[in-house]
């Protein structure tokens, strides 16, 4: 069966290699639609309790998520800073799919009066206070109120905060970059930090994208340096890297098609395809490669071709299914879908790598009919330090499977050892903007419930440090 597979491989070569063509640019036209989810909410299966009432919570309140911005300054009452304060809070409620906007230029002031309680503006946006002696009276009315200290006021009256509440339906990502946009536009004097879940979710969205940028084209080049080192040949080198380039395109596209989202997770995957699917496409190419050095015929070369090819598939489909096993374990073994999703689409990654490995490798091998230079290059010294380390290992083959007994042991020892944290700030790089806000969190921490500045005697359970 082997062989006659490997046959039809090798006689319909030049089909073979069209139809592995086709579907890459089909699958590749999807991924122009490919969206990001950086919703760290998402990621929770929808039938879950916490995500039902959290849900049921925006649809009644008017939405759950709040993108905050913290406004820092020497004094929070000049009037520079109300002036910049009120301009932002003004520009926040054209926003798109912003509920309301609350800080201290708008929020309502309620106190005990002559005739009863008296409901007003703390300041009246439209006479907003220039005095000394208006701003000094403001500040010290707003900090002995605790609605305000503490709240939408840091303790120290150096900090404060203007609050957007989003719509459930809302786009965060789309929000959150208009209230940077809305920032930068106004020159605001004070220092800024951006916060919340909106915030966090446009950080998120960004790094998906960096990484891909960035990891793709980096372990790309190691591998075409090490098949540069191991093969000096060009199909050696450019072929696993096409193979593997492939597969990621049909992995990708297919998310796309069915509508899934790259997310924090499955980002990694064509990383992990570029490292372990270039492994069967070398299988293939090293296999096809070994042969008489001298010229012959054709038809004896072809035959040479569908039989080492029919050699190397057991082996490749072994290596792949059990790669594809451990994958799987993933959809299986995992409560969150994000987790699923990677273990799906790792695999169907795999598996693509896998049938490009035995179809369009060989084909294109044996149409570059390049067996006699791909010979040459085994002398090569990476071939020769290879095989003095294999004749080690045979020669001292006691000791090489003592040293793994000891390793193994000491790795089993240490899985009791193993720590669970979650913190979502250890995803990010220093210096990044959810890092900067953690600065201002930790001395003006906010209140998760109600998203103001929380003062020190807000209960522990309320405060979130760390997290938005």
């Given amino acids: ?24 640019i089909v699958l590749g036209y999807f991924i122009r639609f490919m969206k990001i989810n950086p919703d760290l909410t998402s990621y929770l299966p929808r039938q879950d309790p916490v995500v039902k009432l959290f849900d049921k919570i925006g649809i009644e309140y008017g939405g759950n998520l709040l993108a905050l911005v913290a406004l820092e300054a020497d004094d929070i009452f ?38 009863g309680i008296e409901i007003g503006r703390l300041i009246d946006q439209y006479n907003l206070p220039t005095s000394e002696q208006e701003l000094s009276d403001l500040k010290q009315y707003a900090m002995s109120k605790d609605m305000y200290r503490g709240r939408l006021l840091s303790e120290d009256g150096k900090a404060a905060l203007i609050i957007c509440r989003l719509r459930q339906d809302a786009d965060e990502i789309g929000i959150a970059r208009q209230i940077k946009r809305i920032v930068a536009q106004n020159d605001i004097d004070a220092k800024t930090y951006f916060a919340g879940v909106p915030s966090m979710m446009h950080e998120i969205s960004n790094m998906i994208i960096n990484d891909l940028m960035i990891l793709l084209p980096l372990v790309a080049l190691l591998i075409v340096i090490i098949l540069f080192v191991s093969f000096r040949s060009l199909h050696g080198v450019t072929l696993p890297v ?69 050699r190397v598939i057991l082996p490749v489909t072994l290596a792949a299914f059990t790669t594809m096993v451990g994958f799987v374990s993933f959809v299986f073994g995992s409560y969150l879908t ?52 294999s004749q080690g290992l045979q020669k001292y083959a006691r000791i090489a499977i003592a040293v793994s007994v000891v390793f193994i042991v000491m790795a089993v020892l240490g899985i009791p050892r193993i720590q669970r944290k979650v913190d979502i700030l250890d995803y990010f790089k220093p210096g990044t903007e959810p890092v900067a806000i953690c600065g201002i969190h930790r001395r003006y921490p906010i209140n998760r419930r109600t998203g103001a500045l929380a003062d020190s005697r807000t209960p522990s359970s309320d405060i979130e440090l760390k997290t938005f």
């Fill in 338 to 389: 994000t987790i699923r999703e990677f273990g799906i689409f790792a695999t169907c990654g795999v598996l693509f790598a896998y049938i490009i490995s035995v179809t369009f490798v060989p084909a294109v091998v044996s149409l570059m009919d390049t067996t006699e230079r791909s010979r040459k290059r085994s002398a090569g010294m990476p071939h020769a330090i290879f095989r003095k380390f």
């Fill in 1 to 24: 069966m082997l062989e006659r597979y490997s046959e039809f491989i090798v006689q319909r070569r030049r089909l073979v290699i069209l139809v592995m063509i086709v579907i890459t």
């Fill in 242 to 310: 096409i193979a593997v380039g492939m597969s990621t395109v049909w992995t990708l596209g297919l998310m796309s098609m069915l509508n899934v989202a790259v997310s924090i997770v499955s980002d990694i995957i064509p990383v992990i395809l570029f490292a372990v699917g270039s492994a069967y496409s070398i299988h293939v190419i090293s296999r096809l490669g070994e042969g008489p050095r001298e010229p012959i015929d054709p038809r004896a070369r072809f035959q040479q071709h569908a039989q080492s090819l029919s």
């Fill in 78 to 115: 000049d009037a520079r800073a109300i002036s910049d304060i009120n301009d932002l809070t003004t520009a926040f409620k054209t926003i798109d799919g912003v509920s309301y906007v609350m800080s201290i230029t708008n929020v309502l002031d309620i106190k005990a009066g002559e005739d």
